[in-house]
T-cell receptor
C-alpha cells in the first residue's frame, strides 16, 4: 500500500527566510504532485513532477523529485505572508489504470512578519 | 468560470437522512474523482470514473455510499443513512488522461455536517 509522509507537519517561518518541506513515499511512483490549500478552500495545483530529477519553479516555490530516493522537496525562498497555507504532496498508484492520488498529511505553513 | 463546480457547497443534515452531492467537471475531462477530507488530514480517495464507467472504489466507500456518472459528464455522490462520522469535506476532481501527464483539478468541495 502506498504511503506518503510529509515533514514537517507544522512550519512557522519569518518573512524573507528559506525553508524546505520534505515528502517521502513508500513505493515506486513516476509522478509526484504538489497542491496548496487555503483555509476552508479547495486544492490548487502547484506542480506536477514527471520524472526523476525533475525541477520546477514558480515564484518563490521550487519543487524537485528524486524517484530513486522516493523523495520530493518543496523549497520556499524568501517567504512572504501570502505563502501561508497548507501544502500537500500526492503520489499516484502505478498499478491502477487511473491515477488515484495518495496524499500526505499536509504541511501547515505560517509566515510571520 | 470553466473550473470544476460542486453543489451544494454546504450541507447540514440529521443522522439517518440521505444526502446527494453533485459535481460538474471541466467539460472535456474524461476522468472524475471523488475524495473525502477530514479536518487536519489530506484528501482520501473514494472512487473514480473514466467517462461513465466507475473503475475503482476505495474500501472507505461503504455500501451506504453510491456514485454515478450517467452520461460521462456530471457525477453524483449519495450517502444513505448518514452517520456523524460522515462529516467531512467531499471533494471532486477531474482530469484529462493524456498518457501520464494527468493533473487533477479540484472543485470547491461540499462540506457535510451530520448532527
Amino acid at each position: 500500500e502506498l504511503k506518503v509522509e510529509q515533514n514537517p507537519l507544522f512550519l512557522s517561518m519569518q518573512e524573507e527566510k528559506n525553508y524546505t518541506i520534505y515528502c517521502n513515499y513508500s513505493t515506486t511512483s513516476d509522478r509526484l504532485y504538489w497542491y496548496r490549500q487555503d483555509p476552508g478552500k479547495s486544492l490548487e495545483s502547484l506542480f506536477v513532477l514527471l520524472s526523476n530529477g525533475a525541477v520546477k519553479q514558480e515564484g518563490r516555490l521550487m519543487a524537485s523529485l528524486d524517484t530513486k530516493a522516493r523523495l520530493s522537496t518543496l523549497h520556499i525562498t524568501a517567504a512572504v505572508h501570502d505563502l501561508s497555507a497548507t501544502y500537500f504532496c500526492a503520489a499516484p498508484r502505478r498499478e491502477t489504470s487511473g491515477s488515484r492520488l495518495t496524499f500526505g498529511e499536509g504541511t501547515q505553513l505560517t509566515v510571520n512578519p | 468560470d470553466t473550473g470544476v463546480s460542486q453543489d451544494p457547497r454546504h450541507k447540514i443534515t440529521k443522522r439517518g437522512q440521505n444526502v446527494t452531492f453533485r459535481c460538474d467537471p471541466i467539460s472535456e475531462h474524461n476522468r472524475l474523482y471523488w475524495y473525502r477530507q477530514t479536518l487536519g488530514q489530506g484528501p482520501e480517495f473514494l472512487t473514480y470514473f473514466q467517462n461513465e464507467a466507475q473503475l475503482e472504489k476505495s474500501r472507505l466507500l461503504s455500501d451506504r455510499f453510491s456514485a454515478e456518472r450517467p452520461k460521462g459528464s456530471f457525477s453524483t455522490l449519495e450517502i444513505q443513512r448518514t452517520e456523524q462520522g460522515d462529516s467531512a469535506m467531499y471533494l471532486c476532481a477531474s482530469s484529462l488522461a493524456t498518457g501520464g501527464r494527468e493533473t487533477q483539478y479540484f472543485g470547491p468541495g461540499t462540506r457535510l455536517l451530520v448532527l
